[in-house]
């Protein structure tokens, strides 16, 4: 079903809860897997999806398509990720780079990586980026967003986000590199 | 020493996502499942509290929000003036609708006059006395009798 047709729907009282079960069968994935690149456990993933769907419930009314449905819910996803990051390093007086090492760790846990000592270094590399520089990061790298969509989702202009894609590629490239010459 | 070539990201294989165990199985079937669970509840809230706003149509729910902020201004009007208003009636009028009762209670606690009340009075005006009166002299003399002779000497 179209995002045109869904919205169309969710405003008829009666059609509401068929248009957003909808609507969140359609973009569950993608939000789920978003928001699992960025903090990784998945029941810290499962909790922040829910959320992000109550949110889109409360605010699909007042949605302007200005911007697509699409980009609107990765917004969405993207604050509670944030956020939920951010509550986390308060909650446990932990610096920046503490919380990449506690991904990172858990990365290093996961059986499906076992073998693969490149991708283990890569998925290091990204899970010590600065939060935003991470998202920026999946947005363009996993998602394949264009730059004027992840403006849509982040409200960054298209310059910086370009700055902060290279930027980020950059620091992935000279860590896998070190922590391959340090073996 | 051996100088390993510097990693490229662009030389590695792209992924459609990070190598991340999958989550359980036929989660994506309970989620949605999960998700209405939680918004039903607001749901059904909001549908009792405002649902039958919606129905309404939007100039009628204009007509009614406008409705609803002029009352409140009313009201808001309405309650800030003084509680009491003395009604616009002659002074006499006014004060023949005061019980005695009250007069005499009133000028009991309120009966002392200051220097400046007693300054302003007039004097006495014999004119404005025999006006009053209507007596001549000799009516006055005979009704008062002779004046005290202490005070004739003074």
């Keep these: ?183 | 020493m051996h100088m390993k070539t510097p990693f490229r990201l662009d030389d590695h294989p792209r992924r459609p996502q990070p190598p991340l165990a999958s989550p359980p199985a036929g989660y994506f079937d309970q989620l949605p499942r999960q998700i209405m669970a939680r918004v039903q509840p607001e749901a059904a809230h909001e549908s009792v509290t405002w649902g039958w706003l919606a129905t309404l149509s939007r100039p009628l729910r204009t007509a009614l929000a406008s409705v609803v902020v002029l009352g409140g201004f009313s009201t808001a009007f309405y309650l800030s003036q003084p509680a009491t208003q003395t009604p616009n009636l002659p002074p006499a009028t006014a004060l023949a609708a005061v019980p005695e009762a009250a007069l005499i209670d009133y000028l009991a606690v309120n009966n002392q006059l200051e220097t400046e009340d007693l300054a302003s009075l007039p004097l006495p005006d014999d004119n404005l006395m025999a006006y009053f009166l209507q007596a001549s002299p000799q009516e006055l003399e005979a009704a008062l009798g002779p004046a005290p002779l202490d005070e004739a000497y003074y």
Aim: include cysteine; hydrophobic fraction near 40%; charge should be neutral.
């Design chain 1, 1 to 183: 079903m179209e995002d045109q047709e869904i919205l169309l729907k969710f405003q008829d009282p009666a059609a509401r809860n068929v248009a957003f079960n909808q609507l969140v069968r359609k973009y569950q994935q993608k939000v789920y897997w978003h928001v699992r690149k960025m903090v990784v456990d998945h029941n810290d993933a499962d909790d922040l999806t829910q959320d992000t769907f109550v949110k889109v419930w409360k605010h699909l009314g007042n949605f302007r398509q200005d911007a697509s449905l699409y980009t609107w819910i990765y917004r969405i996803a993207t604050n509670e990720c944030l956020s939920f990051l951010q509550s986390k390093r308060r909650k446990f007086f932990l610096p920046l780079n503490d919380v990449g090492a506690e991904l990172a760790a858990k990365i290093e846990a996961d059986p499906l990586l076992a073998g693969d000592e490149i991708e283990r270094k890569l998925q290091k590399a990204i899970l010590r980026l600065p939060d935003k520089q991470r998202l920026v990061f999946n947005l363009k790298y996993y998602d394949e967003m264009t730059y004027e969509q992840m403006a849509d989702v982040t409200g960054t202009s298209v310059g910086a986000l370009k700055a902060s894609y290279h930027h980020a590629v950059k620091k992935i490239e000279q860590y896998v590199t070190e922590e391959s010459s340090a073996d």
